[in-house]
T-cell receptor, first 111, second 115 residues
Framework: DVKVTQSSRYLVKRTGEKVFLECVQDMDHENMFWYRQDPGLGLRLIYFSYDVKMKEKGDIPEGYSVSREKKERFSLILESASTNQTSMYLC??????????FGSGTRLTVV | RKEVEQDPGPFNVPEGATVAFNCTYSNSASQSFFWYRQDCRKEPKLLMSVYSSGNEDGRFTAQLNRASQYISLLIRDSKLSDSATYLCVVNPRGARGSTLGRLYFGRGTQLTVWP
């Protein structure tokens, strides 16, 4: 089975900190994605990548950046964390026409 | 207009009931379709793909109506363990036929099965 691993299940950060969320997949998938999920708003796409060093903005990229230096790793960066970035962050990967495989999520709290 | 629309529910049904969820999508060139299940505070997990001819997996049946741009999920003989949020997911075709691998998610339909 494809495994998508997110480095932390829970994180608490202070306002203004730079935050790195890491995601690694082990099945050589081309496409990787970062979503956030908030009650009542569903899944919202932040950024995605379809190849190494390639990135595309999703629907809500403001306040975030990403890095994909290796095929298996896709990092989400919060340049200066704010309280409105408190959320569940989900990484996913995909190959071809199959569905996504999600990581188990990182619940980030910014105080 | 949203890419994928779902009735948010909640649906509250007794064990053994049959329940159906519906979903509509806006891009008529959409290529692939899925149902995901998400338990509380967990990540979404693929429940089943949806094929043009309809498909069944045990108690779960998925149907696709391309003409109406409509997808459904039927759960028969509901179990307590079916309680979850069900997400309708669509892979639309973008500019120049590209999809860039992105899927679009409905906001989910919440199901609670009670004893």
């Amino acid at each position: 089975d494809v495994k998508v691993t997110q480095s932390s299940r829970y994180l608490v950060k202070r306002t203004g900190e730079k935050v790195f969320l890491e995601c690694v997949q082990d099945m050589d998938h081309e496409n990787m994605f970062w979503y956030r999920q908030d009650p009542g708003l569903g899944l919202r796409l932040i950024y995605f990548s379809y190849d190494v060093k390639m990135k595309e903005k999703g629907d809500i990229p403001e306040g975030y950046s990403v890095s994909r230096e290796k095929k298996e790793r896709f990092s989400l960066i919060l340049e200066s964390a704010s309280t409105n970035q408190t959320s569940m962050y989900l990484c996913a990967s995909r190959s071809g026409m199959k569905g996504y495989t999600f990581g188990s999520g990182t619940r980030l709290t910014v105080v | 207009r949203k890419e994928v629309e779902q009735d948010p529910g909640p649906f509250n049904v007794p064990e053994g009931a049959t329940v159906a969820f519906n979903c509509t999508y806006s891009n008529s060139a959409s290529q692939s379709f899925f149902w995901y299940r998400q338990d509380c505070r967990k990540e979404p997990k693929l429940l089943m793909s949806v094929y043009s001819s309809g498909n069944e997996d045990g108690r779960f049946t998925a149907q696709l109506n391309r003409a109406s741009q409509y997808i459904s999920l039927l759960i028969r003989d509901s179990k307590l363990s079916d309680s979850a949020t069900y997400l309708c997911v669509v892979n639309p075709r973008g500019a120049r036929g590209s999809t860039l691998g992105r899927l679009y998610f409905g906001r989910g339909t919440q199901l609670t099965v009670w004893p």
